[in-house]
């Protein structure tokens, strides 16, 4: 592995954390309707829409880093 590799790896982990920090604030079993294990399906959308957020976020930092 090569330095690009193993930032581009560092890059998208840190995009998703960041994500899954910034999304955690909302409260999703609240605005799910009629659902009877909210709480499992609202985690489960958290960390998906963290991972979509993540992903296009480490993409647009990268597509600037190397188009410069």
Do not use: W
Not at 24 to 36: H, T, Y
């Amino acid at each position: 592995m090569n330095f690009r590799e193993i930032a581009r790896i560092i890059l998208h982990f840190a995009t998703f954390g960041f994500s899954f920090y910034c999304l955690s604030s909302l409260d999703l079993a609240r605005i799910m309707l009629n659902s009877p294990d909210k709480r499992t399906k609202a985690q489960l959308l958290l960390v998906m829409m963290s991972m979509a957020l993540g992903y296009l976020s480490a993409q647009f930092i990268l597509a600037i880093m190397y188009h410069m």
